[in-house]
């Protein structure tokens, strides 16, 4: 990075320059007050000018520094709202281009917050209710918004659960009203997998919506998000067999007698189902469609699987470096029943 003697060039280096900062944190280790702010007083500190907010989504996005992908040169100046431009080739490129982020026309400040919002809500938040503390001015860009930051709580490439992991389908939804107010059934199959601790208690949670509960969706789901070498435990359904074959060890609990209660049987996968059907008829009233399931369930498990978290703003960092990693290749290819992400605001 180059420095500039002068002192007038110090000072326009330090509002405009690109300056690598030698803390970066180490993946996976953000540091509360350095790489997020700890409470709303530090947001609003941090995040008062949209060039602040550019230049945190920029080391985001580029932790180890920027490197232009036209010439390789690793200093840039930000030019405007989220705009590099390379000091070697005078390539601009976009912070937001290709993340979630990208065609956004409102402040990033307006984005930040509901970002914090989002995060700060332990159950998160309505469509109306972000509409409403963000003061937007319509309820199609609060759901728009939501959308668009639901599809950044997916971590792309993220972990396979490992060690015991429980997995079982449940049903999600029944009746609901759509636009025109008709009512339709519309039932979903959830295929639930968790991890079960050594304590007993859970760890991290996987969900995705099967269009059947057929071998090829549930053990697909399986292997698209267990690491193979762990112990996969199931109930009786046959078409959970193949597993084996794939390089798990599978147990199957099989209650015979009687007609076994799915907490006795099953409890992760019974504990966060109720959890799911709780969250949906209470922050969102029950109001989440077929089609659009999917995303909450993205959702639902980046909350659960960052329960334990004392630090919201944390959970406000991931958020925010998910959004600004450039679009992935769709995950969960195997059972890719997700409907395709609308691009248009
Ligand atoms: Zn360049």
Same mark, same amino acid.
């Given at each position: 990075?180059?420095?500039h003697?002068?002192?007038? %060039?110090i000072s326009?280096?330090?509002?405009?320059h $690109?300056?690598?900062?030698?803390?970066?944190?180490?993946?996976?280790?953000p540091?509360?007050?350095?790489?997020?702010?700890?409470?709303?007083?530090?947001?609003?500190? /941090?995040?008062?000018?949209?060039?602040a907010?550019?230049a945190?989504?920029?080391?985001?996005?580029w932790?180890?520094?920027?490197?232009?992908p036209?010439?390789?040169?690793?200093?840039?100046w930000?030019?405007g709202?989220?705009?590099?431009?390379c000091?070697g080739?005078?390539?601009?490129t976009?912070i937001v281009?290709?993340? &979630?982020?990208?065609?956004?026309r409102?402040?990033? !400040?307006?984005?930040?917050?509901?970002?914090?919002?989002v995060?700060n809500?332990?159950l998160? $938040?309505s469509?109306?209710?972000?509409?409403? &503390?963000?003061?937007?001015g319509?309820?199609?860009?609060?759901?728009?918004?939501?959308?668009?930051?639901?599809?950044?709580? $997916?971590?792309?490439g !993220?972990?396979?659960l490992?060690?015991?992991?429980?997995?079982?389908?449940?049903y999600?939804?029944?009746?609901?009203?759509?636009?025109?107010?008709?009512?339709?059934?519309?039932?979903?199959?959830?295929?639930?997998? $968790?991890e079960?601790l050594?304590s007993?208690?859970?760890g991290?949670?996987?969900?995705?919506?099967?269009?059947?509960a057929?071998?090829?969706?549930?053990?697909g789901f399986?292997?698209d998000?267990?690491?193979?070498?762990?112990?996969?435990?199931?109930?009786?359904?046959?078409?959970?067999?193949?597993?084996? %074959?794939?390089?798990?060890?599978?147990?199957?609990?099989?209650?015979?007698?009687?007609r076994?209660?799915?907490?006795?049987?099953?409890?992760?996968?019974?504990?966060?189902?109720?959890?799911?059907?709780? /969250?949906?008829?209470?922050?969102? +009233?029950g109001?989440?469609?077929a089609?659009?399931l999917?995303?909450?369930l993205?959702?639902?498990?980046?909350?659960?699987?960052?329960?334990? %978290?004392r630090?919201?703003?944390?959970?406000?960092?991931?958020l925010?470096? +998910?959004?600004?990693?450039?679009?992935?290749a769709?995950?969960?290819t195997? &059972? %890719?029943t997700?409907?395709?992400?609308t691009?248009?605001?």
């Amino acid at each position: 990075m180059t420095e500039h003697p002068g002192g007038l %060039s110090i000072s326009l280096s330090l509002a405009q320059h $690109v300056v690598v900062r030698a803390d970066v944190a180490a993946p996976g280790h953000p540091v509360a007050g350095r790489d997020y702010p700890r409470t709303l007083m530090e947001f609003d500190e /941090w995040f008062a000018s949209e060039d602040a907010c550019s230049a945190y989504l920029q080391r985001l996005r580029w932790p180890a520094g920027f490197v232009c992908p036209g010439c390789g040169a690793t200093s840039a100046w930000r030019t405007g709202r989220g705009l590099l431009r390379c000091s070697g080739c005078q390539r601009q490129t976009s912070i937001v281009a290709g993340t &979630v982020l990208e065609g956004t026309r409102k402040p990033l !400040r307006t984005w930040f917050q509901a970002a914090w919002y989002v995060t700060n809500q332990k159950l998160g $938040v309505s469509a109306l209710g972000l509409q409403r &503390v963000l003061g937007l001015g319509s309820y199609q860009t609060a759901w728009t918004w939501l959308h668009k930051l639901r599809r950044a709580m $997916v971590r792309p490439g !993220r972990d396979r659960l490992r060690g015991l992991v429980e997995a079982d389908e449940t049903y999600v939804g029944g009746v609901e009203r759509g636009v025109d107010g008709r009512q339709t059934h519309d039932k979903s199959i959830v295929i639930i997998a $968790v991890e079960v601790l050594p304590s007993g208690g859970f760890g991290r949670v996987r969900l995705a919506t099967v269009p059947r509960a057929t071998r090829s969706h549930l053990v697909g789901f399986i292997c698209d998000v267990v690491e193979p070498g762990s112990t996969v435990r199931t109930d009786g359904l046959a078409a959970y067999k193949g597993l084996e %074959s794939q390089g798990y060890r599978h147990v199957q609990r099989v209650l015979l007698g009687r007609r076994a209660p799915a907490h006795v049987a099953m409890p992760g996968v019974h504990r966060v189902a109720s959890l799911l059907k709780r /969250w949906l008829l209470g922050t969102h +009233q029950g109001s989440v469609t077929a089609k659009h399931l999917p995303y909450y369930l993205d959702e639902f498990a980046f909350r659960f699987n960052r329960r334990s %978290s004392r630090a919201r703003g944390l959970l406000f960092y991931r958020l925010l470096q +998910q959004a600004v990693e450039v679009e992935p290749a769709p995950y969960r290819t195997l &059972v %890719s029943t997700r409907p395709q992400p609308t691009h248009k605001p």
